[in-house]
């Protein structure tokens, strides 16, 4: 019986604290919503070829960007299913992407941390908010993915995990530093089938991003990564 209790009191405490966790992402985000639309967004950098690419001009891409296939090919899907403009789709994936990131963290680190408040060094970093700001970068959308990543991990779904990291080499290819890192790890801890399976995920995405990439021209800039 006290048993019972004791798990009752832990399940409550713990939607309690991850509804604090919820609106305390939930107000970081239209935070730095409200500053970058008092700012303005930025076309900055390579933007131009994100948004060339989420309206169909695959064939005008160069390399690397011919390769980033999953943000642009997200946005450009959302925008004609809904009849929505790219430029808004842009927008409302990067505020969800970074809302969404915000809350995943959280709710990995809740346990951990215990109040919200202790996330405010984190979730107030220059980087947040410049992120934000560049909306049609592919940076936002790879948090999200990332935090996925390490949120099926953290609940051990391992072949979800897979998953994600493919999704995670068709945003950016230099997610083969996370693919190798996360490989060590996992045969570190001896966990040797997942470091297979993620040997077989780098070896596959690294091709099917070539394959995607010879679409494109080449890297005429030599433009890095």
């Known amino acids: 019986m006290l ?41 900055g950098g390579d933007s131009e070829w994100y948004i060339t690419a989420a309206e169909g001009h695959w064939d005008e891409l160069i390399a690397p960007y011919s390769s980033r296939f999953l943000h642009p090919f997200f946005v450009g899907f959302i925008s004609q299913i809904f009849s929505l403009d790219i430029y808004q789709v842009f927008l409302i994936v990067a505020v969800l992407s970074i809302f969404l990131f915000f809350v995943i963290t959280a709710f990995i680190l809740k346990d951990t941390l215990q109040k919200p408040i202790f996330l405010v060094p984190l979730f107030l970093l220059p980087f947040f908010f410049g992120t934000i700001r560049e909306i049609f970068q592919p940076d936002a959308f790879y948090l999200l993915l990332t935090a996925l990543f390490f949120l099926a991990l953290f609940y051990k779904k391992e072949w979800v995990s897979l998953f994600i990291l493919f999704l995670l080499f068709l945003t950016r290819e230099s997610t083969i530093i996370l693919g190798l890192v996360a490989m060590i790890s996992a045969w570190v801890r001896s966990k040797k089938l997942l470091a297979v399976g993620m040997l077989l995920v780098i070896i596959i995405s690294l091709f099917t991003t070539s394959v995607i990439g010879s679409s494109g021209g080449p890297n005429i800039h030599r433009l890095g990564n």
Do not use: P
């Open 3 to 43: 048993q019972d209790n004791s798990t009752q009191k832990n399940a409550h405490f713990n939607t309690r604290s991850f509804v604090r966790f919820f609106i305390f992402a939930a107000f970081i985000t239209m935070l730095l919503f409200s500053l970058n639309l008092f700012l303005g967004w930025t076309f």
